[in-house]
Structures are given as C-alpha cells and as structure tokens.
C-alpha cells in the first residue's frame, strides 16, 4: 500500500489537475467535432478564433499546474528538476503542436498551449514554495 501512495503522490493523482486538464481537452475535441463554431466577435474570427480556444487554452493552463504538482518536485525552491519539467512540458507541447497544426498555424498553436502551460507551472510552484516557507 506505501507504494501505491508514493507513485498517486508523485504524479500528483491526488490532485484535480490531471482530470480537469482532460475533461476540458474532452470538451475542446467536442467542439471541434461540433463544426467548429467561430467566437461571435468579427475582429476575433478575423483571426481564425473560434469557441474551442478557451477550454484549449483552459486545458493548458491545468496540465501546467498538475506538473506543477508532481511529487518529485521540491517544495523549498525551484531546483533542476523545474528544469527538466519545463523541458518535457516545452517537448510535448512542441509535438502537440507539430501534429494538429499547418506550417502557418504553428506559432499560434505553440503559444496558444505553452504560455498558459508554463503560466500554470509556475503558479503551483511558486504557491508550494511561499506555503513551504510559510509553515516554517
């Protein structure tokens, strides 16, 4: 039984983020299969954005935060590890990124997944940290 524990603490299946991050990847594919709908403002669909951005960009932001909660990560400072993280998340992002976009529609993909991703990384272990410190 500790090593069931030691393994849903380290990667954070305790935590919401892992699940919310796939109910609103769930909800972004439903409304890509849904015909895609574009958001009502003209100057936004200008740009090609439509209502599946937000939960896309929502969904992001949580899988930052439930990497940002894994439980091999020090809670007293940001260490190599943050390091490594970042570059995984950066990885992986970069492959989603590569596979659902055109040539001209990558950059906005990397920067739609990866600024809310690292955003919600660094909330949760900023959040760790100033706790960690405060307890003390």
Same mark, same amino acid.
Not at 12 to 19: E, G, R, T
Not at 90 to 103: D, E, F, G, M, V
């Given at each position: 039984? %500790?090593?069931? /524990? @030691? ?18 990847? @769930? ?9 895609? %709908? ?21 969904? @992001?932001? +949580?899988?930052?935060?439930?990497? *940002?909660?894994? *439980?091999?990560?020090? =809670?007293?400072?940001? =260490? ?33 997944? +990866? ?9 949760? /272990?900023?959040?760790?940290? /100033?706790?960690?410190? *405060?307890? /003390?």
């Amino acid at each position: 039984m %500790p090593k069931i /524990r @030691f393994f849903i603490n380290f990667m954070a299946l305790d935590k919401p983020w892992l699940y919310l991050f796939a109910l609103f990847a @769930f909800f972004t594919i439903l409304l890509v299969w849904l015909g895609n %709908p574009l958001l009502p403002m003209q100057g936004l669909q200008e740009y090609g954005l439509a209502w599946h951005h937000i939960p896309e960009i929502i969904s @992001f932001l +949580l899988f930052g935060m439930w990497l *940002g909660s894994l *439980g091999y990560l020090s =809670t007293e400072s940001l =260490t190599y590890l943050d390091f490594l993280t970042l570059v995984l998340t950066a990885t992986i992002i970069l492959a989603y990124a590569k596979i659902i976009s055109y040539l001209t529609m990558f950059p906005i993909v990397l920067t739609i997944a +990866l600024i809310p991703s690292f955003l919600g990384y660094f909330l949760v /272990r900023l959040h760790q940290i /100033r706790k960690a410190k *405060g307890n /003390r």
